[in-house]
């Protein structure tokens, strides 16, 4: 997977807008439905990119999305999400 990425400052910032507005709130508060719905999204992003991705089920409703990336050789790289599922004050 030899491929360039250019960032693209709208496309960021509609993307951040869609995972604010996915209701991932943890399903042992009120009305939690859990990060499922956004587990999808984020997969759904790696599936559109051509990026390699698995799904690892923790708990029902709390899914990680785990994907590979490729990289130069000699470097390191890294990226731990996560979203803790609460709800706004």
Not at 26 to 34: D, F, I, M, V
Not at 48 to 55: A, E
Not at 62 to 75: C, K, L, Y
Not at 80 to 89: E, I, L, N, T, W
């Amino acid at each position: 997977m030899d491929r360039t990425w250019k960032l693209n400052p709208e496309e960021i910032f509609a993307t951040l807008a869609d995972l604010i507005s996915i209701n991932s709130v943890n399903p042992q508060y009120p009305g939690g439905p859990g990060e499922g719905l956004l587990a999808e999204y984020v997969g759904e992003f790696f599936k559109r990119n051509s990026i390699p991705y698995t799904y690892q089920l923790v708990f029902q409703g709390r899914p990680n999305v785990i994907a590979t990336v490729a990289r130069p050789p000699n470097r390191l790289a890294g990226l731990r999400g996560r979203s803790p599922g609460r709800p706004a004050a």
